[in-house]
């Protein structure tokens, strides 16, 4: 990416040559990279931090780009293309599940398992709306220490509600127009959901989740409504990656790696 010392944030991701592409790409990889030895492996690979910290990062990229597309559309344009960014691609991968690779883990294994056709149209039914996914395949993937066919899925269902989330700070005019003070607040508030959950005790998973990935996508919505006032300091950029990098190896308490 090609970036001029003395443009602002925005300038600088926002202009039409940039790796964010690239990047996204590379956080993926990651994921897949840092779940892969546990699934073949009945232990912790020691290297699962990296997936953490590359959901976490994807979730803040976000949160910058999203909001600014949400600047630049009306509000059905908005939640159409927001609809496009995950369902058909989600759709595709579970079909190829139940016909490509379900068949082909049957017909390929050491061992016949007990795999039917029934329960395959019960996961594309029970996995079609997000919610609630479900990972497994009754009778399949016999063996493995996790039986999830697209584990990595679990996030999409909270990045369509940020999504949703970004929607009255866009769209509603007296909330866009107090955007900056808005987004700032909405932040601030999300570091205290963890030590809040924490003094509760509470057990409903999906609110940790919520604790970890809200405060990262807001982040990025963050970094967008102050990016005019943000330079750009190559010194600083690698800095903070390393910061970054480390916070994570640590499990900082805002980067959880897994929940």
Known sequence: MHIQANHNLRQAILQSRNSLNFIRFLLASLVIWGH?????????????????????L???????????????????SYLWRRFLRIFPGYWVSLLFIVLVAVPLSYLLGSSQFAWNTT???????NNFDLYKIQFSIPGTLEG???????????TLWYEFIAYLCLVPIAYIPIVKKYQKAVVTGAFALSLLMYPVLSYVDASTNMYWVFARLAPMFLAGALLYVWGE???????????????????????????????
């Not at 892969?36 to 976490?56: H, I, K, Q």
């Open 36 to 56: 892969a030895y546990p699934l073949v492996e009945d232990r912790d690979s020691g290297m699962e931090f990296v997936a953490g910290m590359a959901v976490n």
């Open 58 to 76: 994807f979730f803040c990229i976000s949160g910058f780009l999203i909001l600014a597309s949400a600047q630049r559309v009306g509000l059905l």
């Open 119 to 125: 329960e395959s149209i019960r996961y594309l039914s």
């Open 144 to 154: 493995m220490h996790y039986d999830a066919w697209n584990g990595s899925t679990w």
């Open 229 to 259: 006032y943000i330079k750009v300091i190559p010194s600083l950029a690698v800095g903070a990656t390393i910061a970054t990098v480390v916070l994570h190896m640590l499990n900082n308490v805002y980067m959880m790696n897994s929940l």
